[in-house]
């Protein structure tokens, strides 16, 4: 079956950088998502990475390496609202082409 | 679009009631997606259509769900009796194509709590 890992919390202080982690075994890989989930509400898009490399959007920028089923979300500049879980999904053909998440790392931002 | 509509947010009842949770897809997405979220589990698929046909509800727990989806704007899951372990956060998810690059949109969630 399918395995994702993610720390389950992180904490930073406010302007810094945070680099969240997300390792993943699987033989039908095609695609990785990033979510983003403030408490209580649902989740959103990040980003979306399907070849290896960095993508980058503004503050937010995401990584892939298939060949070692990794990858992290780097978040610059942090600020306060950038606290919330941060889910890793991946996109699984062994799984019907759907998201199989991670259990999501919880970032704290400290002033 | 005013993206995925759930309903009800919040729900509380008690064990062996009925409850009903509704969900409005954005328009034009294929598919859709039933969600539960625990602390303990995280985000667990339950079932999901396409085209209004259930695909694959291997993620539901038990008989006493089930999902429908009579038109491509409307969906529901309904639980039959209730029992406090379903307490948990039920998301619905619209997504236009199984594309790769195509990402799911995710309805405000409905909290149930069953007594």
Redesign the interface.
Known sequence: GQNIDQPTEMTATEGAIVQINCTYQTSGF??L?WYQQHAG?????LS?N?LDGLEEKGRFSSFLSRSKGYSYLLLKELQMKDSASY?CAV?DYNY????V????TRLSVLP | DAGVIQSPRHEVTEMGQEVTLRCKPISGHDYL?WYRQTMMR??E?LI?FNNNVP??DSGMPEDRFSAKMPNASFSTLKIQPSEPRDSAVY?CASQLS?S??N???????TRLTVL
């Not at chain 1, 998440?101 to 999501?104: A, I, K, L, S, Y």
């Open positions: 095609n695609g998502f509400e649902a989740p959103t898009f979306y399907v889910l996109r019907g082409q759907n998201f998440f991670g259990p999501g | 997606f995280g985000l698929l999901y695909i694959d998301f199984q790769s690059y990402e799911q949109f995710f309805g405000p969630g």
